[in-house]
């Protein structure tokens, strides 16, 4: 994620308020097509008022990421309302027993694929109950990698009953870097997706 933050400087603050409001509506025009939020606060906490908004609620289903994506979701006050809850299935015995993922599915594709992080996904929504679901599955490194699977290849799903879409992603080598830019990623895509099905 990038911050843009514009200043102004001057004695005149109507005038510099007034300048301040002409030249963000220019920038937000130029990244258009990759702003995310146009106010000051966090990823997680404007997807929670776009659930709330719906009436609706997130569960995820978490390989690569340990966690961390339901971590920034819950640490956002009032979290409870919208968060149903995650799974952290690190393992493939995981991600058979809590979520449903077929073993041959696993057999066939590996766990860093978008078939597994689909059925994930279906499965946190099955069993948590939610509107919306995000699933993840990556190669975080230094070690795992192969060369169709290098490390940082990930695979993220986001969706509801009617609807799973899914990315693939290639990072770095750098694990924790990874491991974040895994869990913004999925978060801004769950943002297009509920804001997408909104409109549908």
Not at 21 to 45: G, P, W
């Amino acid at each position: 994620m990038v911050k843009l933050r514009l200043t102004a400087l001057g004695e005149n603050r109507e005038e510099l308020l007034l300048l301040l409001d002409q030249q963000i509506s220019l920038l937000k025009k130029e990244v258009a097509a990759h702003l995310a939020i146009d106010t000051n606060e966090e990823l997680e906490s404007y997807i929670g008022k776009l659930l709330l908004a719906r009436n609706a609620t997130v569960g995820t289903a978490e390989s690569c990421t340990g966690g961390l994506i339901a971590s920034l979701i819950s640490a956002v006050p009032g979290a409870s309302r919208y968060f149903g809850g995650s799974v952290v299935s690190y393992s493939n015995e995981a991600k058979q027993k809590l979520l449903g993922v077929k073993s041959s599915t696993l057999d066939q594709f590996g766990a860093v694929s978008e078939q597994v992080v689909k059925e994930m996904a279906n499965g946190i929504l099955t069993s948590i109950g939610c509107t919306y679901a995000i699933a993840v599955s990556g190669i975080m490194g230094p070690a795992g990698g192969t060369p169709e699977k290098p490390v940082g290849t990930v695979w993220i799903a986001v969706g509801n009953k009617e609807k799973i879409i899914t990315k693939q992603y290639k990072w770095g080598f750098d694990r924790s870097r990874n491991t974040k830019q895994t869990a913004l990623s999925a978060l801004n895509q769950l943002r297009l997706f509920i804001l997408k099905d909104s409109t549908d």
